[in-house]
């Protein structure tokens, strides 16, 4: 089944700096590839989304960047806030949406003020 | 803004008891999930439920489990027989095609 790598597991940047989370997969055949942000006591909260067609989506200050051929993509947040602190997961899914997903193990992100 | 909603938002069971958990999907899904995060572990995928029908499950999902959908709007998770390590944070989610929106979660404690 697929595996799915993520990189670091805590993260702590000054407010204003760029933070990069990485995950590698392993089934060539994932083609979905969505990024989740967890606060304190509340369920997973889509953040964006990146298909296997595309090789980079932004949404003002967050971007995906897909390596299809090295199995691995990235999560790029510019101009971080306080209010970004929160754990950040990754997931990919062969059914190309959020069926069948595999997380990442997670990312603390911690911006400091 | 649209949201999927679930009760209990905890709940304690004795080991060995049956537990429903209870989600009310976004009205116009067509897909409805079930994940669990156990303290500490990663989000880990249940089930997904599409057209009254399981569609996929992983390993996790034994005779222990089973899922409905007894009317137009709630969909249910339940867990008979309750053991230790089921004790986690249950996630219900649904999605048109693509993005999954989750719920805020129930946490099960087996004591």
């Known amino acids: 089944g697929e595996n799915v790598e993520q990189h670091p597991s805590t993260l702590s940047v000054q407010e204003g700096d760029s933070a990069v989370i990485k995950c590698t997969y392993s089934?060539?055949?994932?083609?979905?590839f969505p990024w989740y942000k967890q606060e304190l006591g509340k369920g997973p909260q889509l953040i964006i989304d990146?298909?296997?067609?595309?090789g980079e989506k932004k949404d003002q200050r967050i971007a995906v960047t897909l390596n299809k051929t090295a199995k691995h993509f990235s999560l790029h947040i510019t101009e971080t806030q306080p209010e970004d602190s929160a754990v950040y997961f990754c997931?990919?899914?062969?059914?190309?949406?959020?069926?069948?997903?595999?997380f990442g193990s997670g990312t603390q992100l911690t911006v400091l003020p | 803004e649209p949201e999927v909603t679930q009760t209990p938002s905890h709940q304690v069971t004795q080991m060995g008891q049956e537990v429903i958990l209870r989600c009310v999907p976004i009205?116009?899904?067509?897909?409805f999930y079930w994940y669990r995060q156990i303290l500490g572990q990663k989000v880990e995928f249940l089930v997904s439920?599409?057209?009254?029908?399981?569609?996929?499950k992983s390993e996790i999902f034994d005779d222990q489990f089973s899922v409905e959908r007894p009317d137009g709007s709630n969909f249910t998770l339940k867990i008979r027989s309750t053991k230790l390590e089921d004790s986690a944070m249950y996630f219900c989610?649904?999605?048109?095609?693509?993005?999954?929106?989750f719920g805020s979660g129930t946490r099960l404690t087996v004591v």
């Open positions: 439920f599409y057209n009254n029908e399981i569609s996929e």
């Open positions: 009205s116009n899904h067509l897909y």
């Open positions: 089934d060539s055949a994932s083609n979905y």
């Open positions: 997931a990919a899914s062969p059914q190309g949406s959020a069926r069948q997903l595999t």
């Open positions: 990146i298909r296997s067609n595309v």
């Open positions: 989610a649904s999605s048109s095609e693509g993005a999954g929106i």
